[in-house]
Each structure stands twice: as structure tokens, then as C-alpha cells.
């Protein structure tokens, strides 16, 4: 018998992030030359590459933030890219930048109540703090006197909390002890299982190879390598070649 198969068309409406052709600028400079990939329900994909290959302008642009860019960016079907940030936000995207932004002079409470829910689907601080178990203690504490981790605990646990579904994550792990980076590596396979898809930048490979479903590696705004993470071993040279410097 066939296998049942979903012509493309169908099968990009039933995912919630497929991309395709995008490019972007800064100013008159090119960024991005044309990337396409797709992020299925429930997946974990990771963009791997050197520094200024293009993957945090990918999250950028994804997010509606960047003005000079053109392509494709479908979210569950859906054309945005003539939607605002916060529109797209509305529709269960969430992203976390590289530089986290956390308000230093909130306390972690005030931090994560600045969310706004937009959806039923918000997690309640509780299961925020049955996630990230460090946060609990801590949300009297000043932003500002938070670890780097605690900080990034914080900034995923803010968008969980508006609802978000579909996560963009700009390098999760950086700066981070081992063993911050493992509870990290534990959160975010615990949001895979509740069926969230997350989309992250990242460098560690123990880290990528721990959680990713899939690598999508960049080398100057161009998908050079699209693989899934399924045989660690055999694929870990071919991807530290990718961060290798
Ligand atoms: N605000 C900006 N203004 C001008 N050029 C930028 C800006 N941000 C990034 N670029 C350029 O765009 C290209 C892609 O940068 P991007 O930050 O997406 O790379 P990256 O792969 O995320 O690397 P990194 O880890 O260094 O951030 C680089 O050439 C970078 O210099």
C-alpha cells in the first residue's frame, strides 16, 4: 500500500514555521541570501554556524524585526511577514534574545508579571517554577542580582508564560556553567514533550547533540547542511565542522 503523503502546500499549512526564500539587509548590506527550512510540531532545530553567518538575523526576521527583508515566513500556514512583533506574538510565537532582556531594576516576580497573556495557553508561574525549580527562591530578587542563568530561565519562563507555543531561542547556553547548561538541556526536552517547537541558535555541540531533533547549519546567510540529529555519533564531525573556527 501508498503511504500516505501530504502535498507540499498541505503539509507547510500544517506546520508551525516553514521558511522559505528569505533574505535580509542591514542597510545596503545582504545578510541573508535566501533560506529555507521548516520547523515541525513538537521538534526541536537547532542553527548551527560560525559568528556572523546569518542565524540570529534568521530569529530576527522570523520575529517580523528586522525592516529590510523579503521571502516567506509562514506561521501554521499563515503568510506574516506584513505582521508587527507583536502580532505574530499573538498568534504563539515567542523569542528570547541573545541579551536576554531582563529588567535589572524589577524584581523576578515584576519580570515575568510584564508578560502579557495572550492565550489560554499561558503557563501559570507555578509550572514556570516546576520547570525552572532555581526561579521559585528567587522572584524577590532584583534582575540585576540574578546569574546568567537565572536570567535565561527567566527570559524563557516570560514567554511560556504569554502562551507562546513556537519558541525562537538565541543562544540559550551562553556564558553558562556545565551544569546550568544541563538544566537547561533538561527544560527545554521537558517543553519538547509537552509538544512546544523551539527554533534556537546555538554553539555547544553537547548541547545541540543533547536536544536537537535536527540541525540546520548556516555559513554566510545560506543553508549549507539540513540533517537530522538521530545518529550523534556519525554526525558529529560532519557538524563541528560547521563551528569549528
Ligand atoms: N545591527 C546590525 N547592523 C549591521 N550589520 C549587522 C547587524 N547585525 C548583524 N549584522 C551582520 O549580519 C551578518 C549576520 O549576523 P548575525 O548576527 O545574524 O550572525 P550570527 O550567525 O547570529 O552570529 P553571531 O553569533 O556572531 O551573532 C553579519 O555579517 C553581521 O555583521
Not at 507540499?8 to 528569505?22: D, F, T, V
Not at 532545530?45 to 521571502?71: E, F, H
Not at 515575568?112 to 532555581?134: H, K, Q, V, Y
Request: charged share 20%; proline share 4%.
Amino acid at each position: 500500500m501508498q503511504p500516505l503523503m501530504l502535498d507540499p502546500e498541505r503539509r507547510q499549512a500544517s506546520l508551525p514555521l516553514a521558511i522559505s526564500n528569505l533574505k535580509a539587509w542591514y542597510g545596503e548590506v545582504q545578510a541573508l541570501f535566501g533560506i529555507d527550512f521548516t520547523v515541525s510540531e513538537g521538534e526541536v532545530v537547532v542553527l548551527l554556524g560560525r559568528n556572523g553567518a546569518g542565524k540570529s538575523t534568521i530569529l530576527r526576521v522570523i520575529m517580523g524585526l528586522l525592516q529590510r527583508q523579503s521571502g516567506q515566513v509562514l506561521l501554521q500556514g499563515r503568510e506574516v511577514r506584513s505582521l508587527r512583533p507583536s502580532e505574530r506574538a499573538h498568534l504563539g510565537l515567542g523569542y528570547c534574545p541573545e541579551e536576554r532582556g531582563i529588567f535589572a531594576s524589577l524584581t523576578v516576580a515584576e519580570n515575568m508579571a510584564l508578560s502579557p497573556r495572550l492565550g489560554g495557553s499561558g503557563m501559570s508561574d507555578d509550572e514556570i517554577f516546576e520547570l525552572f525549580p532555581n526561579l521559585r527562591s528567587r522572584t524577590r530578587h532584583l534582575g540585576g542580582q540574578l546569574s546568567g542563568g537565572e536570567q535565561q530561565m527567566l527570559a524563557i519562563g516570560r514567554i511560556l508564560r504569554s502562551g507562546a507555543r513556537t519558541l525562537l531561542l538565541d543562544e540559550p547556553t551562553e556564558g553558562l556553567a556545565p551544569i546550568i547548561i544541563r538544566q537547561i538541556e533538561q527544560a527545554i526536552t521537558a517543553l519538547k514533550q509537552r509538544g512546544y517547537t523551539i527554533l534556537l541558535v546555538e554553539q555547544n555541540l553537547a548541547f545541540v547533540l543533547g536536544v536537537a531533533d535536527r540541525v540546520v547549519a548556516i555559513e554566510n546567510g545560506l543553508v549549507v547542511d539540513n540533517c537530522p540529529t538521530s545518529e550523534a555519533e556519525r554526525i558529529e564531525a560532519r557538524l563541528s565542522k560547521y563551528i569549528a573556527v
